[in-house]
C-alpha cells in the first residue's frame, strides 16, 4: 500500500514551506533583542549637567563622582576626602589624568573642593565631564 505523501517525495518537492523557518527566526531575533535589553550595567547615577561648548575627551586615567547627596567616588569606591586625598598623591606621582562627574545637584562646594585638592597635589590635567545639547 503506497500512501499519497510518499508519492510526491518519490517524483520530487514542489516548493518547500519555509513559513514554520521565518517564524522560529523572527521569535529567536525577538527573544535576543528583548534579553538584551534586560542586562544592566552596575554604576552610580549621575545627572550631568548641560553644556554647549563641552569637547569629547576620549580616555581619563581616574573618575571622580559626586553624586547629588554629596557623596565621593574614586574609579567605583566610596572615599572620604581623606582617602581621596591620598589617592590622589599616588595618582599625582604617576601623571595620571581626571575626569570629575558631578550631579547637577552635587554641591558646587564639593566640586570645587576635589579640584582644589587635585590641583594642589600637582595633577596637571583635571576635566568636568557635562552633557551636550
Given at each position: 500500500m503506497r500512501f499519497k505523501g510518499r508519492m510526491e517525495l518519490e517524483h520530487g518537492?514542489?516548493?518547500?514551506?519555509?513559513?514554520p523557518l521565518i517564524d522560529i527566526v523572527f521569535q529567536l531575533l525577538i527573544f535576543f533583542m528583548l534579553t538584551s535589553s534586560f542586562i544592566m550595567q552596575p554604576g552610580i547615577k549621575v545627572s550631568l549637567p548641560k553644556a554647549v561648548t563641552s569637547e569629547v575627551v576620549k580616555y581619563?586615567?581616574?573618575?571622580?563622582?559626586?553624586?547629588?547627596e554629596n557623596v565621593t567616588?574614586?574609579?567605583?569606591?566610596?572615599?572620604?576626602?581623606?582617602?581621596l586625598k591620598?589617592?590622589?598623591k599616588q595618582?599625582?606621582?604617576?601623571?595620571?589624568?581626571?575626569?570629575i562627574k558631578a550631579d547637577r545637584r552635587a554641591?558646587?562646594?564639593?566640586?570645587?573642593e576635589v579640584w582644589d585638592l587635585a590641583r594642589d597635589l600637582g595633577i596637571a590635567q583635571i576635566n568636568i565631564a557635562t552633557d551636550q545639547e
Open positions: 518537492l514542489k516548493q518547500i514551506d519555509i513559513a581619563e586615567d581616574i573618575e571622580i563622582l559626586v553624586t547629588g567616588y574614586f574609579n567605583g569606591k566610596v572615599v572620604t576626602i581623606q582617602e591620598n589617592l590622589l595618582a599625582a606621582g604617576r601623571e595620571q589624568n581626571i575626569l554641591s558646587l562646594g564639593r566640586v570645587v
